[in-house]
Each structure stands twice: as C-alpha cells, then as structure tokens.
C-alpha cells in the first residue's frame, strides 16, 4: 500500500494514456495524478504515449520534500 492508500491492482490497458484515463476515475488516485512521476517497471517514463506490455508494473511515485 503506498500513500494514496491503495493496493496493487491488475488493469487491462495498452498504453499509459489509457491507464492515466482509468485511473482518473478514482477520486482516490485523481488528486495525485498531475503531481506523480510514473515507472514502469522501475524506470521513470515521461512518454504519455508509451505502450504497456502484458506483465508490465507500473508505479506512481508522489512527489516527496527533502532537507
């Protein structure tokens, strides 16, 4: 379970764009979205437009402060 509160959970997408659609329906993950940084499968992606794979793990990573 991450901050937003939510547990891993299995989509049928094919791009990220798609999966940001998705995810935007869930007031839980909406208010987090703009602010997020997305890995797949441990590397951070900034292409909307990237393809999924069958298997991929895709991570949203809140922003964080530091001192």
């Known amino acids: 379970m991450g901050p ?8 049928d997408v094919g791009s990220l764009e798609e999966l940001s659609v998705v995810l935007a329906e869930d007031e839980r993950v909406r208010e987090w979205l703009p602010r997020c940084a997305v890995a797949i499968n441990d590397r951070v992606v900034s292409d909307r437009d990237m393809k999924l794979e069958d298997g991929d793990r895709v991570t ?3 922003p964080v402060c530091g001192g």
């Open 4 to 11: 937003m509160g939510m547990d891993p959970m299995e989509l």
């Open 60 to 62: 949203l990573l809140p």
